[in-house]
Antibody
Framework: QVQLQESGPGLVKPSETLSLTCIVSGGSISSHYWSWIRQPPGKGLEWIGYIYYTGSTNYNPSLKSRVIISLDTSKNQFSVKLTSVTAADTAMYYC??????????WGQGTLVTVSS | QSVLTQPPSVSAAPGQKVTISCSGSSSNIENNYVSWYQHLPGTAPKLLIYDNNKRPSGIPHRFSGSKSGTSATLGITGLQTEDEADYYCGTWDSSLSAGVFGTGTEVTVL
């Protein structure tokens, strides 16, 4: 079955760019939608955005000015970049298959802390 | 701040039933499909219900979903200790043009 695994730095300095990658195994990324979702400590889930295998994207308006989601079909992975991060961007970041309502499966998540 | 409201916690004894409500509005729940997720901290969230009331393969029948107007409900019957987790509803919000999740509900098996 399809499995997802997030990877990337666990610590990012304020004002810098957060970059994470999600490796997809057990299936091809060249179909379906692929999303990023995050959960700040002690808070609920927040949808960041999705990318379709064609490359089309849709982002949460609250983050749209700072986020880019891309995919690399040759490596069967997709990525998220979030610019100008602040402490408010500290969160567990999850990748998942799906677009906006139905997400399945999810990765286990990776904790990103924004701190100097 | 989430646009979907859930009770912070619910609890019941093993074998009993719990229901979790998810309250929204006409821009989200009323006019879009609802999904439900189970999340044990440190693990990947799991899809329990999609399209309001459908169960993915492998999800036990004791998990059920329903929707009426601007609210959705997750039901868990025959509660088991392994059901202790956080549960989230999710849907699309047409006004925000964004996927949205509920505030989350912690289920405790007494």
């Amino acid at each position: 079955q399809v499995q997802l695994q997030e990877s990337g730095p666990g610590l990012v300095k304020p004002s810098e760019t957060l970059s994470l990658t999600c490796i997809v195994s057990g299936g091809s990324i060249s179909s379906h939608y692929w999303s990023w979702i995050r959960q700040p400590p002690g808070k609920g889930l927040e949808w960041i955005g999705y990318i379709y295998y064609t490359g089309s994207t849709n982002y949460n308006p609250s983050l749209k000015s700072r986020v880019i989601i891309s995919l690399d079909t040759s490596k069967n992975q997709f990525s998220v970049k979030l610019t100008s991060v602040t402490a408010a961007d500290t969160a567990m970041y999850y990748c998942a298959r799906g677009a906006d309502v139905l997400f399945d499966p999810w990765g286990q998540g990776t904790l990103v802390t924004v701190s100097s | 701040q989430s646009v979907l409201t859930q009770p912070p916690s619910v609890s019941a004894a093993p074998g009993q039933k719990v229901t979790i409500s998810c309250s929204g509005s006409s821009s989200n729940i009323e006019n879009n499909y609802v999904s439900w997720y189970q999340h044990l901290p440190g693990t990947a969230p799991k899809l329990l219900i999609y399209d309001n009331n459908k169960r993915p393969s492998g999800i036990p029948h004791r998990f059920s979903g329903s929707k009426s107007g601007t609210s959705a409900t997750l039901g868990i019957t025959g509660l088991q200790t392994e059901d202790e987790a956080d549960y989230y509803c999710g849907t699309w919000d047409s006004s925000l043009s964004a996927g949205v999740f509920g505030t989350g509900t912690e289920v405790t098996v007494l």
